[in-house]
């Protein structure tokens, strides 16, 4: 995603979400093939995280703040930095703030790399959204910039810096949006799982997602190896994201049709790797789709293809949905599809201010 600004042996336990038993063997490996930790919680602060379809307390029989009663959460991006008018419409349960990385000289976390972690600005502005009840996700990473696993030096402090911006947002929901050369960087893939490791040892309540590109058949290996290093370190994941976006050239069909077949690939992969249920293999995903025009030419994601994406996220009771971001959700002044407006700060598609908000929401 832009930013804001122009299977291997031995895996251990993981997915925090699922019931499936998991044994570890005297030498800390799985005795049984790669399943899931039973006893592993999530976040109970996370509406959206996932739990047992059985569990009565499962999240997708919980209402929303608007006290409607959903199946599958509607978690929009949104600026850290920027306020807008638009952020709120959908009701969302969560909020995604974009994004924390590198202030680029070293391990000093900044809101997209410019603004300090601590700005009285990003408090005030977490405090408006989440006063009706929502909750407020820390991204870090996206498409630009530095990610702190590129740049701390060690585990230790890499995980402070992940903490200190969780505390400035006053959240206990850890989203790592990795993508481009980081995925490729086999060193800071495993600082980083050591880290959240770290991190989720000092707070066990912590929920950590992953925000992966995916592509209709599945995620790469880099996602496959990244999800194996978490796995490696013992960091309990409650949802992997699928960046249901920006394919390919070639791909120029139904992008509704693309992020159904992208989901349905990695579901597959997700089963296979944590040793998941159907079911809990769904709970455990989210679909984040880029609205109206992409990156890439001849890529257009529609209001039908908004409502297809919803429809079958509740079928599946996924996670979460979401969006890039809720910033764009207007339509473009001129409706110039071909701008760098269409980009950042509009769909480029004719629409009503928030209607594929309202769309994801259901």
């Known amino acids: ?20 038993g998991c044994s570890a063997g005297s030498d800390g490996t799985s005795e049984t093939a790669p399943e899931v930790s039973k006893n592993a919680g999530s976040s109970p602060n996370d509406p959206s995280d996932p739990s047992d379809p059985s569990d009565p307390s499962d999240p997708s029989d919980a209402s929303d703040p608007s006290g409607r009663e959903t199946a599958t959460a509607y978690a929009p991006y949104v600026s850290a930095t920027e306020a807008s008018d638009l952020d709120s ?9 974009a994004f924390v990385i590198s202030d680029g000289s070293g391990c000093t976390p900044k809101w997209n790399g410019t603004h300090a972690i601590g700005d009285s600005k990003v408090k005030s502005r977490t405090s408006r959204l989440t006063q009706g ?28 810096a992940y903490g200190e911006a969780l505390d400035a947002a006053g959240s206990t929901q850890a989203d790592f949006d990795i993508e481009g050369d980081e995925l490729t960087d086999d060193d800071s893939v495993g600082l980083r ?24 058949s599945g995620l790469d290996a880099d996602s496959l190896a990244l999800l194996a290093s978490a796995n490696e370190h013992d960091v309990q994941v409650s949802t992997v994201n699928l960046m249901t976006m920006n394919y390919g050239e070639s791909y120029d069909g139904d992008m509704g049709d693309y ?13 296979k790797v944590f040793g998941l249920s159907d079911a809990a293999a769904w709970r455990g995903m989210a679909l984040t789709s880029m609205i109206g025009v992409n990156d890439v030419a001849g890529e257009t994601f529609t209001l039908a293809d908004a409502a297809q994406v919803r429809t079958f996220a509740e079928e599946k009771k996924l996670a979460w949905v979401s969006m890039w971001s809720a910033l764009r959700d207007q339509q ?4 110039d599809a071909a701008s760098d407006d269409a980009a950042t700060d509009c769909s480029g598609v004719t629409q009503s201010p928030g209607a594929f908000a309202r769309a994801f929401a259901g």
């Open 193 to 216: 799982s050591e880290a959240i490791a770290l991190l989720q040892k000092e707070r066990t309540d912590l929920g950590v997602s992953f925000t992966l590109p995916v592509m209709p």
């Open 1 to 20: 995603m832009r930013t804001l600004l122009k299977p291997a042996a031995g895996l251990t336990c993981l997915f925090a979400l699922a019931t499936a």
């Open 259 to 271: 992020a159904l077949t992208s989901a349905k690939a990695a579901h597959t992969q997700l089963k």
């Open 133 to 160: 009840g929502a909750t407020a996700r820390v991204s870090f990473g996206g498409a630009s910039g530095e990610e702190l696993a590129a740049t701390c030096d060690s585990a230790s402090e890499l995980a402070a």
């Open 89 to 97: 419409n959908g009701s969302p349960t969560t909020y995604q703030l």
């Open 332 to 335: 473009c002044e001129g409706d």
